[in-house]
C-alpha cells in the first residue's frame, strides 16, 4: 500500500523558513515523478514545485527564488525547502507522487505564514 505522509507545516513569521518533509513508504519509491502543490482557503489547489525522475526541477513563478525542492532517496523522503515566507504562501501543502500512470496524495500540512 502506498503511503505519501507530508510534515513540517506550523506557524512562521513572515520572511521565516520552513522545510516541509514528504515521506514515503509501500510500494513507492520517491525517484520517481514528485510534486508540492498548494491550496489556500477559498482557492484551488495550485503547482508549486515538481521534480522528474530524471531530475528536472520546475517552480512555480510565484515560489521561484524562494523554494528548493530536492529528494533523498535513501530515506524515500523528499523535501520543500520555503524561504522568504509571506503571508501569501499561507496553504494546505500536498506532495503529490506519480508511479507508473498513478498518483498519490498526501494528506497535507498546515502552513501559516503571520505579517
Known amino acids: 500500500q502506498v503511503r505519501l505522509v507530508e510534515s513540517g507545516g506550523g506557524l512562521v513569521q513572515a520572511g521565516g523558513s520552513l522545510r516541509l518533509s514528504c515521506a514515503a513508504s509501500?510500494?513507492?519509491?520517491?525517484?520517481?515523478?514528485m510534486g508540492w502543490f498548494r491550496q489556500a482557503p477559498g482557492r484551488q489547489r495550485e503547482w508549486v514545485a515538481g521534480i522528474t525522475s530524471g531530475g528536472i526541477i520546475a517552480y512555480a513563478d510565484s515560489v521561484k527564488g524562494r523554494f528548493t525542492i530536492s529528494r533523498d532517496n535513501a530515506k524515500n523522503t523528499v523535501y520543500l525547502q520555503m524561504n522568504s515566507l509571506s503571508p501569501e504562501d499561507t496553504a494546505v501543502y500536498y506532495c503529490?507522487?506519480?508511479?507508473?500512470?498513478?498518483?498519490?496524495w498526501g494528506p497535507g500540512t498546515q502552513v501559516t505564514v503571520s505579517s
Open positions: 503529490k507522487g506519480t508511479q507508473a500512470s498513478d498518483d498519490f
Open positions: 509501500g510500494s513507492f519509491f520517491s525517484g520517481n515523478r
